[in-house]
């Protein structure tokens, strides 16, 4: 769906659904003079932004109508209200039925003929992802606003449109992304950063403003991974003219982006990011390095019981989520090809990992013991060495 037609179904769906409301209800007087409460200069930008196609520009200014129209106890407020929030249901589930036929539309790459984004719709994760409580809150905060986004509407006001994710490698960053086009019923438009960037001077700004605009066009989340390869600090005195301008034309995207799709860019390296880039973000989210807790929950997620994933995870702890997983898949295979019990298969996978040498059930009891907050003089008196072995172990397979 091009952007102009993008606004005029949203005009149109508000002006049909306003005309059918009075309709239905002829109690209902809409003012017809030519003398309106609020000023003529706001109505008209109203119908010039609808013609034109820009459909950000038409809904925050129809939601500003309204909030003033309820100032002046209009009762044309309520009708323009529904009017805007069943247009809104209404271009959502157009999008959700042109999915498949958007991911034909992707924009490409003009001289390596590469599409530059991938499209998933619908999106469905087999497990349920696990995350710490603050990511969690806040992922669901987001959802809230998107799920209730016709009330913030009929307030003036718009769901989060742009949202940064940083953290550490596989602790769930474009896991965020998958979940939240899952949960909004969205599809998924996914960066293909190999084909975006090019060697050539203003290829990879053109390509980055043509995905912007594919995304624009139609309700969605748009990922951007690996933000930082493009939103690199400007006052880096190795980097080029050309991740320069681009950085400019993220600033301004991310200030015009609609409230129609949301925006997710994810980092590995927030350090390395423009300054200017933090505060042009609606929500930003740090995500912590995974705890024992999530590494227990993902273990038991994938098949291992209560009891070995508590003992496993604190070893795990730390490192990306999908280690986890892996670690499980291979001790699965090793049971498979030659009947291996799962908890022997598991350990002998695990001392893989670490040092030549060390005695994985005590190292495991060591783990174990911190992660529950006992000092090193406890854990050691429970393994029979001293306090100092306990740190030089801990330490080793840290």
């Known amino acids: 769906m091009a952007p102009a037609w993008s606004a005029r179904l949203l005009c149109c769906g ?41 459909a950000g520009a038409f809904q925050l200014r129809l939601s500003r109508l309204i909030a003033r129209l309820r100032r002046e106890a209009s009762p044309l407020a309520n009708v323009l209200s529904r009017a805007l929030a069943d247009a809104h249901d209404s271009r959502l589930t ?19 003929n590469l599409s530059l984004t991938t499209v998933q719709y619908p999106v469905h994760l087999d497990t349920p992802p696990v995350w710490t409580e603050q990511v ?31 953290g550490p490698p596989g602790v769930g960053k474009t896991l965020a992304a998958h979940y939240l086009a899952e949960q909004l019923q969205l599809p998924l438009v996914t960066l293909n950063l190999a084909a975006a960037v090019n060697s050539l ?41 050309e991740l320069k301008r681009v950085v400019n034309v993220l600033l301004q995207a991310i200030d015009e982006w609609p409230a129609t ?23 930003w989210l740090r995500f912590p390095e995974s705890s024992p807790a999530q590494v227990e929950a993902v ?40 009947g291996q019990g799962f908890e022997d298969a598991l350990l002998a996978q695990l001392a893989q990992e670490l040092p030549a040498g060390e005695d994985v059930p005590r190292l495991l009891r060591a783990k174990q013991l911190k992660a529950a907050g006992w000092s090193l003089r406890a854990i050691g008196k429970d393994l029979k060495v001293n306090a100092s072995t306990v740190s030089r172990l801990l330490h080793r397979t840290e």
Not at 142 to 164: D, M, V, Y
Not at 308 to 336: K, Y
Request: proline share 6%; glycine share 6%.
């Open 14 to 54: 508000a002006y049909a659904t306003l005309r059918n409301r009075c309709n239905t209800y002829p109690e209902v007087d809409v003012p017809v003079s030519p003398s309106p409460p609020a000023s003529h200069a706001e109505w008209a930008a109203l119908v010039v932004e609808g013609c034109a196609g820009n």
């Open 136 to 166: 969690e809150i806040s992922l669901k905060q987001l959802i809230e606003e998107w799920r209730g986004a016709h009330k913030l509407l009929a307030a003036g006001l718009t769901p989060s449109r742009t949202l940064l994710l940083s």
């Open 299 to 338: 273990l038991i997620g994938v098949g291992c019981s209560p009891a070995l994933s508590a003992i496993v995870a604190p070893t795990l702890a730390g490192r990306p989520l999908s280690d986890a997983t892996r670690l499980v898949q291979r001790a699965q295979r090793q049971v498979a090809l030659h």
């Open 94 to 112: 157009l999008a959700r039925d042109a999915a498949s036929h958007q991911a034909t539309l992707s924009p490409v790459d003009s001289e390596s």
């Open 201 to 241: 001077l203003g290829k990879t700004g053109n390509n980055l403003v043509r995905v912007l605009a594919h995304a624009r066009a139609q309700p969605c989340v748009l990922l951007l991974d690996e933000f930082d390869a493009f939103a690199k600090r400007r006052d880096d005195g190795q980097d080029v003219g």
């Open 261 to 283: 799709s949301l925006l997710v860019a994810a980092t590995n390296h927030e350090e390395l990011l423009d300054r200017a880039i933090f505060r042009r973000f609606d929500r």
